[in-house]
């Protein structure tokens, strides 16, 4: 009752990241998500593992993405299979896929035609690049975006060369865009009661992932990102201290604050300290010198100092750190999923709170096929 979504219908033929990852937000919500399968080997999804793990003989990743989701098994090639799916397509409220451009042309699956079966449906693609134009027939996959982009060059110093993102971080911002565009579409339906075409794709994901720092070039005489020189540094666009430092034990991130303060706790003195335009042009200079005091402390010592100055740092944890930390337990973001043999598999849940209350599943990522009786009961049966 707590769900938003509830009796909502989404048809997913969606692969991979970008559409099944706004899938499960729709599925959290309270959606009721299929996912519109081959038979036998289903989605090619399930098969993309992360060092190699496999869980009921699909990918781990896949089951991190598809959990509290259906499927349905059908030949999209067989006639029969086909118009089943059509049936389905009356009954639903969304349909999201992101199969290349002129796929579900051929199918007759596209945006017209299936407006003519259900006059009403939400549909919601990814594409790479868009549906037309000189890239539409690359592949879209997420360390291709971010090299093609320019993202790559954003992270790391200034010697290391381009460095990707260690997540498919595209992919991600991507399904916030489509699962936006659905629930806006969804809006929009409810007041026309006409269908709605929402599109997204990773290329114009990349691009608003990084609106700020390309408003900054465009409007900067065309200067290319300034990655520093000091390792650590934590942003090609700004000034000291912004950035990580290794301490006595461990490392120490500091963001954006006042630098003359700074400078003061940390008995630094010169001139640039003091003028805050060459906080960015002297920024190299500054973080060596805040480099060589903060090695001096550990990071706790450094936290427990700078906070109570109201300076924003923090100690950098890694996995084992975090996830034993009491902000990490505060949290509640795990969750046990109980497989289809009774074991149970950790992941993280929904991010909403709605009215006070935490999305929670332990649905699993469904086997290839094993709901069709039950789909087909529910939505088939005259």
Same mark, same amino acid.
């Given at each position: 009752?707590?769900?938003?979504?509830?009796?909502?219908?989404?048809?997913?033929?969606?692969?991979?990241?970008?559409?099944?990852?706004?899938?499960?937000?729709?599925?959290?919500?309270?959606?009721?998500?299929?996912?519109?399968?081959?038979?036998?080997?289903?989605?090619?999804?399930?098969?993309?593992?992360?060092?190699?793990?496999?869980?009921?003989?699909?990918?781990?990743?896949?089951?991190?993405?598809?959990?509290?989701?259906?499927?349905?098994?059908?030949?999209?090639?067989?006639?029969?299979?086909?118009?089943?799916?059509?049936?389905?397509?009356?009954?639903?409220?969304?349909?999201?896929?992101?199969?290349?451009?002129?796929?579900?042309?051929?199918?007759?699956?596209?945006?017209?035609?299936?407006?003519?079966?259900?006059?009403?449906?939400?549909?919601?693609?990814?594409?790479?690049?868009?549906?037309?134009?000189?890239?539409?027939?690359?592949?879209?996959?997420?360390?291709?975006?971010?090299?093609?982009?320019?993202?790559?060059?954003?992270?790391?110093?200034?010697?290391?060369?381009?460095?990707?993102?260690?997540?498919?971080?595209?992919?991600?911002?991507?399904?916030?865009?489509?699962?936006?565009?659905?629930?806006?579409?969804?809006?929009?339906?409810?007041?026309?009661? *006409?269908?709605?075409?929402?599109? !997204? #794709? @990773? $290329? /114009? %994901?990349?691009?608003?992932?990084?609106?700020? =720092?390309?408003?900054? +070039?465009?409007?900067?005489?065309?200067?290319?990102?300034?990655?520093?020189?000091?390792?650590?540094?934590?942003?090609?666009?700004?000034?000291?201290?912004?950035?990580?430092?290794?301490?006595?034990?461990?490392?120490?991130?500091?963001?954006?604050?006042?630098?003359?303060?700074?400078?003061?706790?940390?008995?630094?003195?010169?001139?640039?300290?003091?003028?805050?335009?060459?906080?960015?042009?002297?920024?190299?200079?500054?973080?060596?010198?805040?480099?060589?005091?903060?090695?001096? *402390?550990?990071?706790?010592?450094? !936290? #427990? @100092? $700078? /906070? %109570?100055?109201?300076?924003?740092?923090?100690? =950098?944890?890694?996995? +084992?750190?975090?996830?034993?930390?009491?902000?990490?337990?505060?949290?509640?973001?795990?969750?046990?999923?109980?497989?289809?043999?009774?074991?149970?598999?950790?992941?993280?849940?929904?991010?909403?709170?709605?009215?006070?209350?935490?999305?929670?599943?332990?649905?699993?990522?469904?086997?290839?096929?094993?709901?069709?009786?039950?789909?087909?009961?529910?939505?088939?049966?005259?």
């Amino acid at each position: 009752m707590n769900r938003p979504l509830e009796g909502l219908l989404v048809l997913e033929f969606s692969q991979f990241m970008a559409g099944p990852t706004a899938g499960l937000r729709l599925a959290d919500l309270g959606a009721r998500v299929i996912k519109i399968e081959r038979p036998g080997a289903g989605e090619s999804g399930r098969q993309i593992a992360i060092k190699n793990i496999f869980v009921d003989d699909s990918s781990l990743v896949f089951h991190t993405i598809n959990r509290n989701k259906e499927s349905f098994a059908a030949d999209l090639k067989n006639p029969q299979d086909l118009a089943i799916i059509k049936q389905l397509i009356r009954k639903a409220d969304v349909i999201t896929h992101n199969f290349r451009p002129g796929i579900m042309e051929k199918l007759g699956l596209d945006y017209a035609n299936v407006c003519l079966i259900n006059d009403q449906i939400i549909y919601a693609t990814v594409t790479g690049y868009g549906k037309e134009g000189p890239w539409a027939k690359k592949p879209g996959q997420d360390l291709l975006v971010q090299s093609m982009s320019g993202l790559a060059w954003l992270s790391g110093n200034e010697n290391d060369g381009p460095v990707p993102f260690g997540l498919a971080v595209i992919d991600m911002y991507c399904a916030t865009h489509l699962t936006q565009g659905i629930l806006a579409a969804l809006l929009k339906r409810s007041r026309t009661h *006409k269908s709605v075409l929402v599109e !997204v #794709s @990773l $290329l /114009e %994901s990349a691009l608003d992932m990084q609106f700020e =720092v390309l408003t900054t +070039h465009m409007n900067d005489g065309g200067k290319l990102p300034q990655r520093s020189n000091v390792r650590g540094g934590g942003h090609a666009y700004l000034s000291a201290p912004y950035g990580l430092y290794r301490t006595a034990n461990g490392y120490l991130a500091l963001a954006m604050g006042n630098l003359q303060f700074l400078a003061s706790i940390l008995n630094l003195s010169g001139d640039y300290y003091q003028q805050k335009d060459k906080w960015f042009s002297a920024r190299d200079i500054i973080m060596k010198e805040i480099g060589d005091v903060v090695l001096q *402390k550990t990071a706790t010592e450094w !936290v #427990s @100092l $700078l /906070e %109570s100055e109201g300076i924003w740092c923090m100690a =950098v944890n890694d996995y +084992h750190q975090f996830l034993n930390s009491e902000g990490f337990a505060n949290a509640r973001m795990i969750q046990n999923i109980r497989l289809h043999d009774d074991t149970l598999l950790q992941t993280t849940r929904s991010v909403f709170c709605i009215d006070g209350h935490y999305l929670f599943t332990d649905k699993p990522a469904p086997q290839v096929g094993q709901d069709n009786e039950k789909i087909k009961k529910d939505y088939l049966q005259s």
